[in-house]
């Protein structure tokens, strides 16, 4: 009774949970939890109830190749030293968990992320809890910078995204703890927004910042986002447009795609400003917004894709397990009838060492003295008058035993080798793999009734 009560409040709590999520949230968790645990893991408190698509997968039977998509989209924030990363992270989702200043507070990467209770988490920990960072941990002098704040904030879509914010890129003599270009490139390969700040105090046109976006550019150009910050700084509107100039030029010979270039000004709203200054602040949430609904979009193409090719996995494998059986009938029909073969020639092989043998001077005389005459063991004995055998050939019974043993041991190891039936399914594992196509089924149902929810929150 007191199981079934803990179980009716996780699903309760579950419920309160989905409730308070946005439709975006609620798909990514879905399809995230249908590749871990399956289509009724929260309906059943048994864990035998359900099966994950990631356990149909990796099922020894099949092996498909299969990846769990997360269920937060990753943004990014590059920029050099002060161009207002860590005061965007704090703005956006309504916490100050980022050290801000003049001073290089950044030299690490930290990891935003929401959660239901307010935590920090140091290198070990964090790579831990980001398992796809696993390729990082051989990086020198990453692990003690490196860091994961995890927020209860439900500002915008922050339960939705992770947001790095990396260190502060400057020229000079600054010496980072690690590679920072390395760690931004490959970082780059795992999120799905990079936003570059750019602020209009002097640090906006850093070589080192350049080279960086420049190196970018060759395979993530499609992710890049490009912004003036701190634009409150620059009061007056031909000072911003002359810093506006400046960066693009700089950017127009390091970036592909330039005829498509934006970079908007954006600044923290502020009340006391006493020139209106243009504020495209919303169009980096707008960015974060647009990386989540194609993440959406791009999961429930995954999962499609990946059921599809799993589907088409077990087709291979049932068809291959008849062909198999098939296969093995006529091998063992061979096998059969080369076994049978092998006796004869065994027999044959015994027969003629018993003419050698009964052959024998010795062995003869003293048969007939001690047996009646017999005509079947008379036909066995050599005649008296020194009758010719084997056609005259010398030695020719030993050469008939040793080419009829020869053959006796070239028709068991061509038997060995017919005879080898390729291994079948058991019929446990046959209904398994069933089991499994219906399941298959029951997620594409699932993921059009979740393309449904996407497709009804865009008509609202």
């Known amino acids: 009774a007191c199981a079934m009560s803990k179980a009716k409040r996780v699903t309760t709590q579950n419920g309160v949970d989905a409730l308070a999520m946005s439709p975006n949230e609620r798909i990514l968790k879905s399809i995230h939890e249908l590749y871990e645990r399956g289509p009724n893991a929260s309906a059943n408190a048994s864990a035998n109830a359900s099966i994950g698509l990631l356990d149909i997968a990796n099922d020894d039977l099949l092996r498909v190749k299969c990846f769990k998509p997360r269920k937060k989209v990753s943004a990014m924030i590059i920029g050099n030293h002060s161009a207002g990363k860590s005061s965007f992270i704090n703005w956006y989702i309504g916490e100050s968990v980022q050290t801000t200043g003049v001073a290089i507070e950044t030299r690490g990467f930290t990891f935003v992320t929401s959660g239901r209770k307010r935590e920090t988490l140091k290198g070990d920990a964090t790579f831990a809890f980001y398992d796809y960072l696993e390729g990082l941990q051989s990086v020198e002098g990453l692990n003690a910078n490196i860091f994961t704040e995890i927020s209860t904030s439900k500002e915008k879509n922050f339960s939705c995204v992770d947001i790095v914010d990396s260190p502060g890129l400057v020229d000079g ?8 270009g390395k760690v931004i490139t490959w970082m780059a390969d795992h999120v799905d927004l990079i936003l570059c700040f750019f602020d209009p105090i002097g640090q906006a046109l850093c070589k080192r910042t350049m080279k960086v ?58 009340d006391d400003l006493t020139v209106p200054i243009p504020n495209a602040i919303e169009e980096v949430c707008e960015d974060i917004d647009k990386a989540i609904r194609l993440t959406v979009q791009k999961n429930l193409t995954t999962m499609k894709e990946d059921c599809s090719r799993i589907d ?12 198999n059986k098939k296969d093995n009938m006529k ?30 001077p010795i062995i003869a005389h003293s048969l007939r003295k001690l047996v009646p005459r017999v005509p079947a063991l ?11 055998r084997w056609s005259g050939i010398k030695h020719g ?21 017919v005879w080898r039936l390729h291994p079948l399914l058991t019929k446990k594992e046959h209904a398994r793999l069933h089991q499994y196509k219906k399941y298959i089924t029951s997620f594409l149902e699932i993921r059009d009734g979740l393309y449904r929810e996407y497709f009804k929150q865009l008509h609202q």
């Open 331 to 360: 091998r063992s029909i061979r096998g059969v009838a080369l076994m049978l073969l092998g006796w004869i020639f065994m027999m044959l092989s015994i027969y003629i060492a018993a003419l050698e043998v009964f052959a024998t």
């Open 312 to 323: 088409a996995r077990i087709d291979e494998v049932l068809a291959t397990n008849e062909v």
């Open 173 to 180: 003599d600054m010496c980072y703890p690690f590679d920072v």
């Open 378 to 388: 008379e036909s066995m004995l050599p005649q008296e008058d020194g009758e010719v």
């Open 397 to 417: 019974g030993a050469y008939a035993f040793g080419a009829s043993l020869i053959t006796y041991f070239i028709i068991q190891y061509t038997k060995y080798v």
């Open 213 to 270: 976006v420049e190196a970018l550019n060759e395979h993530h150009a499609d992710k890049l986002a490009y912004y003036m910050s701190k634009a409150d700084q620059v009061e007056k509107e031909h000072d911003r447009q002359r810093v506006l100039i400046q960066i693009t030029q700089n950017l127009s010979s390091r970036i592909k795609n330039s005829h498509a270039f934006k970079l908007p000004t954006i600044y923290l709203p502020r």
